[in-house]
């Protein structure tokens, strides 16, 4: 079998604001930027890569959904609780100081983890968790 990543999901609630974090701090392109039924779904990625995208998609891409689902989905997304991303970078110590200097929350400053990366988190304005990763010279 003959299988790659093609496209990954995270709910946002601010699109605007999510851009500014993913193309301005991340330094992700907007590929693709469409509204449908009053939600919004927008498509970034990294310019290395142009067959992975990351769709920024409303936190309940269903117009039928209840009250009371939507509003469950916005108590799990203001925890952090829905879905996170983890970003490879080759250097976790200058992606720190780049998005820590551009105002990200940080979550976990960088670190040597036991299952052989470098690594630190941080939250975007969704509060989504993303991590950024760095393999371990040996």
């Known amino acids: 079998m003959d299988i790659t ?3 990954c999901f995270i709910a946002v609630d601010d699109h605007d604001k999510a851009i500014s974090f993913y193309r301005d701090v991340l330094g992700l392109e907007v590929r693709n930027d469409v509204g449908f039924e009053g939600m ?3 498509t970034v990625g990294a310019p290395a890569q142009p067959d992975v995208n990351i769709v920024l998609e409303p936190p309940l891409a269903d117009p039928n959904a209840s009250p009371a689902d939507k509003q469950a989905m916005a108590e799990l997304m203001a ?3 829905l879905r996170g991303v983890i970003f490879a970078t080759k250097d976790c110590d ?3 100081e780049r998005i820590s200097a551009a105002g990200g929350e940080v979550l976990q400053e960088p670190m040597d983890q036991p299952y052989g990366v470098r690594d630190c988190a941080f939250r975007d304005p969704a509060g989504n968790l993303l ?3 760095q393999p ?3």
């Open 131 to 133: 991590r950024f990763t």
């Open 5 to 7: 990543l093609s496209q």
């Open 40 to 42: 919004r779904w927008v």
């Open 94 to 96: 200058a992606t720190f």
């Open 79 to 81: 925890k952090g609780l």
């Open 136 to 138: 371990l010279r040996k």
